[in-house]
């Protein structure tokens, strides 16, 4: 008995530590300009971290032009885990340049709830 416990044990920290390898915040980009989601190419991988389940999820960018969805000001992103609806909004003030302003995701109160991260490719 002692040992099924063991085992499960065991197998249950080596699947926590295969997630982690993605969910280490420290081989993240938070993607915040445009201009960075624009260098997002097919096969790079994205996490959305969200606020309202409290969830990270992986997901594998398709091409540029999805990538671009994600930055669209008054485009709406889902969660891919509780499927909630967050808002693409560009912070700072309007008449400032593209590059100066910032994309987050704010939920329908306009609480910033989501934010979306690259994840660096190992070396």
Known sequence: MKTKSSLLLLASLL?????????????WETLRKEAQFKQLKSGDKIVYVCNQCQTVTEKVIGSTTEAMDHCKEGATVVCPSCKTKVRVVMKGPPKNPMPTREVIYTNDKGEECLFIAKVAEKK
């Open 15 to 27: 699947a926590g530590a295969a997630s982690l390898a993605f969910a280490d915040p420290q081989n």
